[in-house]
C-alpha cells in the first residue's frame, strides 16, 4: 500500500514539474515585443529583415570566420562583430 502510494505521489510530482520546465518558452521575447513601441507587423518586418540579414552575412565567403551579429531596428539594419586579427579586418589593411 504505502509502496503503491509513493509510485502515485511520484507520477504526480513528475507530471507538475514538466508543466514547469518542459521545454523553451520564447517568455522573454514576448516580454520584449509587449513593452516595445513598435506594431506587431513592424517588429515582423524587423524579424523578416533580420533573417535575410543573416542569411546574406552566412553565404558570404569573404566573411567567413568573422563573428557577426546583425539586428534590425525600424527597417534598418545594423551588424556588430569582432575582428581577432588585424590581418582579417579589410578596412584595418594599410
Same mark, same amino acid.
Given at each position: 500500500?504505502?509502496?503503491h502510494? !509513493?509510485v502515485? #505521489?511520484?507520477?504526480?510530482?513528475?507530471?507538475a =514539474?514538466? #508543466?514547469?520546465?518542459? /521545454?523553451?518558452?520564447?517568455? /522573454?521575447a514576448?516580454h520584449k515585443a %509587449?513593452?516595445? *513601441?513598435?506594431?506587431?507587423? %513592424?517588429? %515582423?518586418?524587423d524579424h523578416r529583415?533580420?533573417? *535575410?540579414?543573416?542569411?546574406t552575412?552566412?553565404?558570404?565567403? /569573404? =566573411?567567413a570566420? =568573422?563573428?557577426?551579429?546583425p539586428d534590425? !531596428?525600424?527597417?534598418?539594419?545594423?551588424?556588430?562583430?569582432?575582428?581577432?586579427?588585424? #590581418?582579417?579586418c579589410?578596412a584595418?589593411?594599410?
Amino acid at each position: 500500500m504505502v509502496k503503491h502510494q !509513493f509510485v502515485i #505521489g511520484i507520477l504526480v510530482m513528475m507530471t507538475a =514539474l514538466h #508543466g514547469c520546465g518542459g /521545454g523553451a518558452r520564447p517568455y /522573454g521575447a514576448m516580454h520584449k515585443a %509587449a513593452e516595445s *513601441e513598435l506594431t506587431a507587423s %513592424a517588429q %515582423a518586418r524587423d524579424h523578416r529583415l533580420k533573417m *535575410e540579414l543573416r542569411t546574406t552575412l552566412i553565404s558570404e565567403k /569573404g =566573411l567567413a570566420g =568573422l563573428t557577426l551579429t546583425p539586428d534590425v !531596428f525600424m527597417e534598418r539594419g545594423y551588424v556588430t562583430g569582432r575582428v581577432e586579427t588585424p #590581418g582579417r579586418c579589410p578596412a584595418y589593411r594599410t
